[in-house]
């Protein structure tokens, strides 16, 4: 009797856990929507887990990334986002299979301002002169 109990708890705290991801994916989509971006992607989730030594001990943490890719202008930018934290950067630019970091990881940014970011003579990562297409929406 113990085991059905303590197995049915189990299930539920995987269910719950599984259905707090995929809620925070949803919000960062709405976030996204809501900042003007009209054709954000399926959201993905990536774990880090870190330890450190601390004395005799060793603390284990993990840190969970939820990430969209959007396309403006031609280009799939992938924005991320810490899961439970407000706030979202610019992370990625995803071309020729190839995904090189954002220089400066821009903060929070609208399409208008990725608009205005894709136009102006700001650091560029590897790529981006093949994708980019100013007369695209």
Known sequence: MKRRIISALLVLGCAAALSACASNEDKFVSELKAAGFSNPG???????KKS???GKRTVKSSEKTIEVV???KGCDLE???TSGQSGYWLDELHVNGQEPDWPGYPENLNRDQVVKLLADKSA???GFAGCYKP???
């Open 42 to 48: 399926p959201a993905s989730t990536e774990t880090s």
């Open 52 to 54: 450190k030594k601390v």
């Open 70 to 72: 959007v396309r403006v």
């Open 79 to 81: 924005f991320a986002k």
């Open 124 to 126: 560029k990562p590897d």
């Open 135 to 137: 007369n695209e929406p």
